[in-house]
């Protein structure tokens, strides 16, 4: 089974503060992904990688930036945390060829407070 | 841009009863991969069902869908609901780019 690794589970954050997210992946996998999971949005894309020292603007990418600084692992970080961006955060990597899955990390819940 | 629209809200069935989940797409691209994950509560998604070939039937769990690119659709079925499948569905979609996209989420609820 495809291991994604969320750091930290639960974060507190004050308002204009620095978050970062971590994500770790011991699939080899080239694409990894961050979502945000709100009631009534569903599974919103934020950024993703195709490797190594890539990323890309998802759908929702205002706020956030990301890096990915090895095959491994990819950030997410809030530079000017605000209440808006309370949420519960997903990552995921996958192989990235057409027909193949993703597989989930378990969440990080963050509130802004 | 690539969309994906569900079903909305909440599906509320009685055990035994067929369910079926709403799933169209939209987007440029002329062979899409669709997708179908499943969260069950305090979990994270999971992939249930996939397919990228016109007009076949996929299968797993009990859970079936067919892709149709004339209606750009991909909906979810199963013949008799189960209490064990009330979770949070989610229809997605990748184009060659890579991006995955999701829908907004459809809750089943399945009661006794």
């Known amino acids: 089974e495809a291991a994604v690794t969320q750091s930290p589970r639960n974060k507190v954050a004050v308002t204009g503060g620095k978050v970062t997210l971590s994500c770790n992946q011991t699939?080899?996998?080239?694409?990894m992904y961050w979502y945000r999971q709100d009631t009534g949005h569903g599974l919103r894309l934020i950024h993703y990688s195709y490797g190594a020292g890539s990323t890309e603007k998802g759908d929702i990418p205002d706020g956030y930036k990301a890096s990915r600084p090895s095959q491994e692992n990819f950030s997410l970080i809030l530079e000017l945390a605000t209440p808006s961006q309370t949420s519960v955060y997903f990552c995921?990597?996958?192989?990235?060829?057409?027909?193949?899955?993703?597989?989930f990390g378990k969440g990080t819940r963050l509130t802004v407070v | 841009g690539d969309s994906v629209t569900q079903t909305e809200g909440l599906v509320t069935l009685t055990e035994g009863l067929p369910v079926m989940l709403n799933c169209t797409y939209q987007t440029i691209y002329s062979n899409p991969f669709l997708f179908w994950y499943v969260q069950h509560l305090n979990e994270s998604p999971r992939l249930l069902l996939k397919?990228?070939?016109?007009?076949k039937r996929t299968e797993h769990q009990g859970f079936h869908a067919t892709l149709h690119k004339s209606s750009s659709s991909f909906h979810l079925q199963k013949s008799s609901a189960q209490l064990s499948d009330s979770a949070l569905y989610y229809c997605a979609l990748r184009t060659g780019y890579n991006k995955l996209t999701f829908g907004k989420g459809t809750v089943l609820l399945v009661s006794p």
């Open positions: 397919s990228f070939t016109d007009n």
């Open positions: 699939n080899n996998h080239n694409n």
């Open positions: 995921a990597s996958g192989t990235g060829t057409g027909n193949t899955e993703v597989f």
